[in-house]
């Protein structure tokens, strides 16, 4: 299958904006979905279809994608956003296919 | 309010047969465009898709899992169960089964999820 990949950490300061991207060939034609996971905790979707916010999730968090990359921001980031994130989308070949992961440290 | 737990064993043998069971409520899966997936997650790892039925009983597998693995649903007791066999220790990981949606462009995601049970693989 091919691959998404993402950086493995990101630093934000809080109250700054945290950006995280996620590359793959597919971006172009495929949607791409976020998921938060704390620390022991089941993965949370935050961003679903590139750029739609589920319910009860904050708008700090919005999703963007162009070409090849989407991306993930936090706006104002929160001690409480610590976290890994995981992007998730479909290969060329139908594959479901999540992310490499990036860790969030708000400090 | 929808919920989903998984439950089976915590420490399987290499070469045994791994059985999960996903129990959940808040929906049907005799409900049209229902779907449940199973997914894992090796510690300090990425996620990684198992398995997909829908609501009409339509499977779906991982293709790197695909001769592994086997879905399959009790509708009138609201449970998915997952089997893999020939566990090795490459295998031990969290285990979560998830609602599964359709997002058009033959694309899926998962909405909500279980808490997970972690399964050890080793003799």
């Known amino acids: 299958s091919d691959e998404v990949t993402q950086p493995p950490s990101v630093s934000v300061s809080p109250g700054q904006t945290a950006r995280i991207t996620c590359s793959g060939d597919?971006?172009?034609?495929?949607?791409a979905y976020w998921y938060q996971q704390k620390s022991g905790q089941a993965p949370v979707l935050v961003i679903y279809?590139?750029?739609r916010r589920p319910s009860g999730i904050p708008e700090r968090f919005s999703g963007s994608s162009s070409g090849t990359m989407a991306t993930l921001t936090i706006s104002g980031a929160q001690v409480e956003d610590e976290a890994d994130y995981y992007c998730?989308?479909?290969?060329?070949?139908?594959?479901?296919?999540f992310g490499t992961g990036t860790k969030v440290t708000v400090l | 309010q929808v919920t989903l737990k998984e439950s089976g064993p915590a420490l399987v043998k290499p070469t045994q047969t791994l059985t999960l069971t996903c129990t959940f409520s808040?929906?049907?899966?005799?409900?049209?465009?229902?779907?449940v997936s199973w997914i894992r997650q090796p510690p300090g790892k990425a996620l990684e898709w198992l398995a997909r039925?829908?609501?009409?009983?339509?499977?779906f597998y991982s293709t790197s899992l695909r001769t592994r693995l086997t879905i399959s649903k009790d509708t009138s007791k609201n449970q998915v169960v997952l089997t893999m066999t020939n566990m090795d220790p490459v295998d031990t990981a969290t285990y979560y089964c998830?609602?599964?949606?359709?997002?058009?462009?033959?694309?899926?995601?998962?909405?909500?999820w279980g808490q997970g049970t972690l399964v050890t693989v080793s003799s």
């Open positions: 998730y989308s479909t290969d060329s070949s139908g594959n479901h296919v």
């Open positions: 998830a609602r599964t949606w359709y997002s058009g462009t033959d694309q899926y995601y998962f909405d909500d």
């Open positions: 597919a971006l172009p034609k495929k949607y």
């Open positions: 279809e590139d750029r």
């Open positions: 039925i829908d609501w009409d009983d339509d499977k």
């Open positions: 808040g929906f049907s899966l005799s409900t049209s465009s229902m779907r």
